[in-house]
């Protein structure tokens, strides 16, 4: 580690003046032109980060669901998770430093941190298809050398899939094998084992379109579908070669417009599912014979997948506890059949991957969705142990039963939320029970909701608790929401600041879509009021 080296290479990458960013959400993310210097400090910043968790660290290169002129950086910590909170304030630290402080901040994060500067580094790095991405990934890899650490460049990769080389490295092969091949191995696999059972009965063959976004989703999935196509054919739309990352297609798109993605050809009653742009999240959707859309998003996917695994729990016997997590946007019908209809303790954190997952940990069987589409399965240690032991041990019926809960925990990424493995457990699950797109979408109705943002001066004024549901500040806030959700019926509303733009968002649900529209905006009013609102 040489500080003259780190200050020459620092100096081109150098920060533009007066820029500060947060390590938000899901890492840095602004427009490509402004992360140059971000890149660079955050491949130091991984060296620091796993010299001191004598591990792998990832470094993602990718803005999800955001337009193709932006981008961010996250790092993975060794288990394929989200950063530790504490390293998040050292990534906003690092970023925000002067140039000529870079090399103290440094020294100082080794130091609050206890990172023995001694121990060997080695960083995985993996970046979407954003023309921004090489380069960006380059300067990551510039701030690794540097410090003189090692590194392997996977190249495209989807977020999720990096999470998995991570998580594959740091166990030794235990989990799998952190190369491309090991990760389409893996999920096909399970899938082909998983849906042989469904398959024998004679079901007819599958096929279901896919929305990649025009994102990395697209060339991962076509170059994984020879692994699984004797089960599933996927049919491939906004793959990238004519359309731009994540314009008026996506998940995102799809879940906030609530209506198709350009490009796709949706014939009624055909099932389509949407990925974003780094194949993170999955929202499914159809059209039928009137042709009304029907989203089914990440709710309607934790409940398919949650009565399954509750099924097959009950056939093995075991007393395995299952939770379902979600976040004050889950629509308030899905968190009724959840609880009442199919009797499973659902709980609610604050919005965002990391806060799902750590809640999910505490089960053995924890399943966590956020209505966006971000989500997974977690299984425990303990409980993949006792499922694939039962899988050998057991007679006839539970056996079976156990060997496809094996299957499952095979087939979901078990380090981070994967459209990809949630796509195929879907498929799964839908093939075995012998489940129509509508029959699934029939579990429950939603309530009409309607999602709207506010500009204010300082979204920061907006405090909240009760995960989200609650607003602490500013004064009077709260009250004039209850007041306002008492006019209408089923109704339910909350506001809260983006972690990912500079707006106050607004959630309102209630017994029609009128009702909700208006709710929301009757909300939006007050938030302007009394949070400071600017513009219009
Ligand atoms: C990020 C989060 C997502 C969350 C969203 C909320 C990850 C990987 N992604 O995209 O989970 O739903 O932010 O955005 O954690 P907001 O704070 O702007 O509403
Ligand atoms: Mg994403």
Redesign the pocket.
Known sequence: MDPEAVRKHSALHAKPDGLVLQYG??GFRTKAERLDHVMFRMGLLAVLRSKQTKSTIGVMVTA??NPEEDNGVKLVDPLGE?LAPSWEEHATCLANAEERDVWRVLMDISEKAAVNLQQEAFVVIGRDTRPSSERLSQSVIDGVTVLGGQFHDYGLLTTPQLHYMVYCRNSSGRYGEATIDGYYQKLSTAFVELTKQAFCGGNEYRSLKVDCANGVGALKLREMEPYFSQGLSVQLFNDGTKGKLNHLCGADFVKSHQRPPQGMEMKSNERCCSFDGDA?RIVYYYSDADGHFHLIDGDKIATLISSFLKELLVEIGESLNIGVVQ?AYANGSSTRYLEEVMKVPVYCTK????HLHHKAQEFDVGVYF?A?G?GTVLFSKAAEMKIKQLAKELEDKKRKAAQMLANVIDLFNQAAGDAISDMLVIEAVLALKGLTVQEWDALYTDLPNRQLKVKVADRQVISTTDAERQAVTPPGLQEAINDLVKKYKLSRAFV?P????DVV?VYAEADSQESADSLAHEVSLAVFQLAGGVGE
Request: charged share 30%; glycine share 10%.
């Open positions: 959400t899901a999800s669901h989200m993170d976040t919005t965002g991957v990391k956020e966006n971000h809260r983006s972690g990912t733009e968002r």
